[in-house]
């Protein structure tokens, strides 16, 4: 996991080696980010023509060069460049960054009954009314979660259209585009909408899909599947191939989708390192997006445990965690003996009880190759005698895909893993399949050293109940944010382990290419699954107050958050942000942290971005009126974030104004629950309201001693009015346990030498 973080850091620093040493002869795609779309009937495409003319030197190497004009809802374009000529680009008037193409990846259903939210009441006139767009695979549109029956014609903002390229729509998915810049497609990728993936009809039927009971995945989970908003509308936006999900092509789906009058964007895809905001696709695309009024959920990533991992991180959009749900995927072993283990899978082959010959690994050497029983007992492709396995229930010291032992006509498989305890969560497997803990792994070697002929079954899959959930799980990354210190992430967490819901029937359910089962629900786990949780929870938010801005509809679903129990979270906040989602109570807050475009360029301004590059961004006259740079803890925030240099006192002073949106006359108290160290002050800690949208504001203080190597410590400041409950929870902090670097002195040095290698780059082109 160390290792994951230590490529992150290391990646700028790469990046620049290879632009120092490249060929520049090689045109690359880049993109090219000019801000807000110009005003006026300027033809932005014309202009992105002669910026490439003027540097290509022919109008026809400029046309053959752009390969995207993005105009619809902000600013730039994509063309083949060399790296001279995107350095003479990114000096020209008008542009914000250059970025390099390159490819990010993709980070029922039990999971809403489990948030005590069985079905939603607003119904279909309010939720019909809402578009989420989703970028990612596509969709399988003749999926039975998308039967559009009973559905009336697309509310009448909707201005997308349907590429019908071996896709149809209907008035449940109303609209459908790909984008693949590349024009580069492996076999399994088709050039249409259509999900060849399964991962995009995941995710959109999860956010939206209809009610559909007597739903499993081949026996398994049977229950009703539901979407959040099953009578909410999707928007397909196809960006993610075999080959990954292209910057480029992200980019043109939130300039189409933002002009296309999408409500929601939902993008369960990131980067594996940090970049600045205007340097990151999803942060330019979601702050165009807010400046329309559309909230961005996306993804936290999965590089957790590790500290400063989460990606997705800009305060204008919401952060998404994974967390368990009270349903696990158990596979039960038994040996011959009688004991009876307990395994983790999603096993759906039944071997009817039945017991079959089981085998060690490390007994089946395969000597001609040069193994040994070391290599052997963790079932390495080359290690293991194919003969001997056959037939057989094979033990492995490892965790494997399962695909060799398919391949060598063996039964099936029990591992258990190299270094993991338990098992958080189920994967699929091409065979009768389980994953033991540890120390049940050394019971089945006992056993097998204990007989001649030793013997077991792998009983079919079944669901038990988990006490525990929810629970963040370890893949889930984990804040701080590496870009803004003081603003807390992940924001909330949802559901994203074990997660049943629709799948595309070409592609198969585990990972093995092989794999000859074609299903309509698979079960899957990653932040990718939780992400479209709150993204149909902030769609549900939003039918309920379609004039709510992205802002209030964010501070509406952390504040009604339910409180994760801390006892199971070392790293607390920064694995679940605000705490587990609950859409319940998430249409009726109480009060929200309302922040307009304003807010955010005020915010952008204290990171130290500057007037000419805010008003390229805006596409207005905003400016930085205190141009020093500075912390960020009056960004009106529905969660504090305060970090504190190492050996220095705690000491922060935030404001915030919260909008009245519950009873006109209604008086909110503050109570302040904080650990001993930490002193907090909110004044007044009384606000009383006498109207529906009215706005006040509160001051809190926060001290305490000097800190030194201090992990997160966090409390809360809870505002009641009997009625709602509007709670924020407050983090103070100097130091990640677990990160290469634990302080924000060494992390800045690393983002200036970022940028002081990027300018030296291009100094040297010039
Ligand atoms: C769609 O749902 C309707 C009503 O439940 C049903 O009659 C119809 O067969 C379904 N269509 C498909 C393609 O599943
Ligand atoms: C359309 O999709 C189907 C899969 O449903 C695929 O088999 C077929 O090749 C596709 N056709 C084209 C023209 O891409
Ligand atoms: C288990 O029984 C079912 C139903 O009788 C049968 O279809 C299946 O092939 C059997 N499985 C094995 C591994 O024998
Ligand atoms: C041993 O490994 C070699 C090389 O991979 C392979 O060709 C051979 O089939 C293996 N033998 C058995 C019995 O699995
Ligand atoms: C929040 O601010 C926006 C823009 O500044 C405004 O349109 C909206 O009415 C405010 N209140 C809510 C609850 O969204
Ligand atoms: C503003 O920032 C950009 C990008 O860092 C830089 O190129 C530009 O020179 C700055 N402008 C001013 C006026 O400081
Ligand atoms: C920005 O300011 C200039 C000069 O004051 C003015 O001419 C222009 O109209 C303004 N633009 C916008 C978009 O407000
Ligand atoms: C709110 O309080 C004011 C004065 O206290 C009163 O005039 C008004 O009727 C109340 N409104 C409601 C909706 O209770
Ligand atoms: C934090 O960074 C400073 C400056 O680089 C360094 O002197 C200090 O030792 C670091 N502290 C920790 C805990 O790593």
Not at 285 to 305: D, V
Not at 548 to 555: D, M, R, T
Request: proline residues 6%; contains cysteine; aromatic residues 10%.
């Amino acid at each position: 996991m160390a290792n994951t973080r230590m490529f992150s850091v290391l990646y700028p620093l790469l990046l620049a080696a290879l632009v120092l040493n490249c060929n520049c002869d090689d045109k690359k795609l880049h993109i090219v980010y000019m801000g807000d779309r110009a005003q006026g009937d300027i033809s932005i495409t014309s202009n992105h023509h002669s910026m490439l003319h003027s540097v290509l030197g022919s109008a026809s190497s400029a046309k053959q060069s752009l390969i995207y004009s993005y105009e619809r809802s902000f600013n730039g374009f994509a063309a083949k460049l060399t790296e001279d000529e995107a350095a003479s680009i990114s000096e020209m008037n008008g542009v914000v960054s250059v970025i390099p193409n390159r490819m990010l990846k993709l980070h029922t259903t039990r999971s809403w009954d489990f948030m005590g939210f069985s079905k939603g009441k607003l119904g279909a006139s309010q939720e019909g009314e809402v578009i989420i767009g989703l970028l990612d695979t596509g969709v399988w549109p003749e999926h039975p979660s998308f039967n559009d029956t009973g559905y009336g014609p697309p509310p009448a903002k909707w201005k997308g259209t349907c590429q019908t390229k071996n896709f149809t729509c209907n008035n449940k998915v109303v609209g459908a585009r790909y984008y693949n810049s590349d024009n580069s497609y492996y076999d399994t990728d088709i050039p249409s909408p259509r999900d060849t993936e399964g991962h995009g009809t995941h995710t959109a039927s999860t956010a939206a899909g209809i009610e559909l009971p007597g739903t499993s995945f081949l026996g398994l989970a049977e229950g009703v599947a539901r979407g959040g908003v099953p009578d909410a509308r999707i928007a397909v936006y196809k960006v993610c191939w075999s080959s990954g999900c292209s910057v480029a092509d992200i980019l043109k789906a939130f300039d189409d989708a933002i002009a296309d009058g999408v409500d929601i964007i939902s993008v369960s895809l990131g980067s594996g390192y940090p970049s600045d905001y205007f340097d990151d696709p999803i942060a330019i695309g979601s702050f165009h997006a807010m400046k329309n009024g559309i909230l961005t959920s996306n993804s936290a990533g999965n590089s957790g445990p590790d500290p400063v991992t989460v990606s997705n991180f800009a305060p204008w959009t919401l952060t998404v965690a994974a967390s368990t749900i009270d349903r696990r995927f158990v596979a039960n072993l038994v040996l011959g003996n009688g004991q009876f283990l307990t395994g983790i899978s999603i096993n759906t082959f039944d071997l009817n009880g039945t017991s079959y010959p089981l085998i060690w690994g490390g007994d089946a050497v395969n000597y001609t190759y040069g193994s040994s029983p070391d290599n052997a007992k963790y079932c390495e492709n080359d290690a293991l005698n194919l003969d001997m396995v056959a037939g057989k229930i094979v033990f492995c010291e490892d965790r494997s895909d399962g695909s060799t032992i398919l391949l060598a006509k063996g039964v099936g498989i029990v591992m258990v893993g190299k270094t993991e305890i338990n098992p958080e969560y189920a994967f699929s497997y091409p065979l009768p399949a389980t994953l033991i803990s540890p120390g049940d792994g050394k019971k089945v070697l006992d056993y097998i050293k204990s007989t001649k002929y030793p013997v077991a079954t792998i009983l079919v899959g079944e669901t038990w109940k988990d006490a525990m959930a929810p629970r963040v799980v370890s893949f889930s990354s984990r804040g701080p944010s590496a870009i803004s210190p003081d603003i807390l992430k992940p924001d909330i967490a949802a559901p994203g382990v074990d997660i049943l819901a629709g799948w595309s029937p070409l592609s198969p359910p585990s990972i093995y290419d092989q794999d000859t089962r074609s299903v309509y629900f698979n079960v899957i786990s990653g932040t990718s699954m939780s992400c479209p949780h709150a993204s149909a929870t902030a769609a549900y938010v939003k039918a309920a107050h379609p004039d709510w801005s992205p802002a209030a509809i964010k501070s509406a679903i952390m504040t009604s958050a339910q409180i994760m129990d801390p006892r199971r979270h070392t790293d607390l906040e920064f694995a679940y942000g605000s705490g587990h989602i609950n859409p319940a109570a998430a249409i009726d807050p109480g009060l929200v942290f309302n922040a307009s475009e304003t807010d955010y360029i005020n915010f952008l301004c204290k990171q130290g971005y500057n007037t000419t590059t805010l008003m390229l961004v805006t596409g207005d006259n905003s400016t930085c009126a205190n141009t020093t740079p500075g912390r960020a803890w009056d960004l009106n925030y529905p969660s504090f974030s305060l970090y504190v240099e190492d050996g220095q006192q705690i000491m922060g002073t935030f404001t915030r104004t919260v909008t009245n949106v519950g009873s006109p006359n209604s008086t909110y108290t503050a109570t302040i629950y904080m650990p001993p160290l930490i002193s907090v002050t909110v004044e007044p800690s009384i606000l009383a309201f006498s109207a529906v949208g009215e706005v006040q504001s509160f001051t809190m203080k926060v001290t305490g001693p000097a800190i030194k190597q201090q992990p997160i410590m966090s409390g809360a400041i809870t505002w009641s009015d009997g009625t709602h409950t509007v709670r924020t929870p407050l983090v103070v902090y100097n130091y990640f346990p677990g990160a290469p670097y634990n302080n924000y002195s060494d992390e800045s040095k690393l983002m200036e030498k970022e940028t002081v290698l990027r300018g030296s780059s291009k100094n040297h082109m010039h």
